[in-house]
């Protein structure tokens, strides 16, 4: 059987809906074979604090290398990294690599209010990674720090971020407007061309690992070889149907469902894309 293969370098998200445990969730509902290179373990509630254990180095790698020497890789994507270190470690490896289809979600604060980036590796954010990647997907709080600061409040303020980010050296960004008022908008752009993805806005505060989600489906996409613009439209009908249905269990910020689209909200959702 020929499957694609799609690899996450993030953090391992106990309560399931974010980092690793989304983007594995993620990829099965694409029928992409995931693998996972874990970063940090958190596990963060009122009982445990920060509740966040970095990994070593040398344990990342030796993820990294068993994966590529054994498995392979078709697209990756890249999530909670959290230290400088393993920033630039992981620009290093995806460096000597070849692998072409590569997607940077700039995670830095989780819904559960955890730190999931420290301050000083934005830099190595901004200089060594991202330069590597195929698309970005910032939220509004992440764009802003990317771009010292810039405040957005309209979809032609995420336009003018994209504008920002696309010199970073990016080949596309994704600025996501979830956190404007109205429809659910998010903006894509190439460095030439604008794409608008519009999707109704669903009113639930579950969406805990929406933007892992997002950038995995993107990825599960990529490792299928479709293009860009394909992935990221399949890929918000996909986490559109996962906020429409996401989940509360006992407390804190509830999880998006990874098995909605196509099975329990068949018609999925509208989303137009429209070149400005
Ligand atoms: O949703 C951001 C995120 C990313 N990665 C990990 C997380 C979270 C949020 O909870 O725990 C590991």
Redesign the pocket.
Known sequence: MNIQRALTI??????G????Q?DLKTFQEFDVFGTTAVT?I?A?NPRTGQGIFPQSWDAIEAQLVTIEDDIGVDALKT??LFTKDIIEHVSDWIKQTTIQNIVV?P?M????G?A?LKEDAMDAMKNDLIPLATIITPNMPEASYLLDGMELNSVDDLKEAARRLIELGPKFVLVKGGRLEGPAIDVLYDGKQFYLLKAPRINTINT?????SYSAAITAGLAKGHTVQDAVIEAKKFITAAIRHSLMFKAGVGPTYHAAYGKYDETGCTVTIEQV
């Open positions: 993030a953090g391992s998200a106990a309560r809906g974010a980092g690793i989304a940090a958190v963060r999530g909670m979600d995670v604060i989780g819904k559960m955890s999931l805990n690992g929406a933007g892992c």
